[in-house]
């Protein structure tokens, strides 16, 4: 009778210590049963939206469900973050990641969220440069010239940024203290293809700093100029553009572009994920287009990605202490 009631307490007990368990490892093995929602933080029609829309309908194909992008511009992408951290933790919320989320640690001080604490990485996408542009009236074809004509036009120069806290937003800053110039910034909260190239290529503002594949269709029509790319070696895509360091020392950006979710995903459902991503990257089709953007593919596991957030977020944070700017 006692070996009974001991084995009837012991089923007991392993039933209810897996009961909390057993629903989502259900759930991981049938996901995903409806469509998934791929958030992105900026404009339909700039870089992000793009590489966004192109990993979508790789996901897309490859999970045999939907994933529907939507944009929600503003804040430097926070606005995006807050939506999927306030999302349940059940794989049919993605967010698109970027550099902005480590600069906005830093940058923004009232956040309601902690972006390594509350959006688990799942995999990288790619990483590519920022490039330095003019429209065709700015009387400058390199960046020593620019920098003299801004020395010429102290605070007359305006430059266009998708909004504080954004990767040309602080590629721009950085370059204004460390050249020692003058210029104004003038934010496009909702994206650069909301306004900003047009108004660049007509002479409303001078110069920008953006992610490359937004422009570089652009540049190869020549309706914008390159000035410039930010990284420290020059990007296969643009061979004869050089580097801004290579007149300004010690200068370097980039941006780079990966998928999270909220914090508590199953893991089994985060390791489906980084198996697709990287499956897809490894597609011949869709690592063409992404070279033809500029892009260093950033295959590789949840915590590598967790390992690059870390970096850059440290990194963004010197960064903001050197040019001496925080949001408003």
Known sequence: MKLF???????????????????????????????VRFIAGFAAGGAVDIVARL??????????QPVVIENRPGAGGNIAVDAVVNSAPDGYTLLFVGVNNAISATYYDNLKFNFIRDIAPVAGIMRLPNIMEVGPSVPATAVPEFIAYAKANPGKLSYASPGGGTSPHMSAELFRVLAQIDLVDVPYNRGMATGAYADLMTGKVHMA???????????RAGKLRALAVTTMSRSPLLPNVPTVSEFVPGYEASAWYGIGVPNGTPTEIVDRLNKEVNAGLADVTLRARLADMGGQLLPGSPVDLAKLIGEETEKWAKVIRIVNIKSE
């Open 5 to 35: 009631h001991r084995r009837q307490f012991l089923q007991l007990a392993a039933g209810t210590a897996a009961s909390p368990i057993v629903p989502w490892l259900a759930h991981a093995q049938t996901y995903p049963s409806r469509p």
């Open 209 to 219: 700093f953006d992610n490359l594949p937004g422009s570089i269709e652009l540049i």
């Open 55 to 64: 990993m979508g309908q790789r996901l897309s194909d490859q999970l045999g």
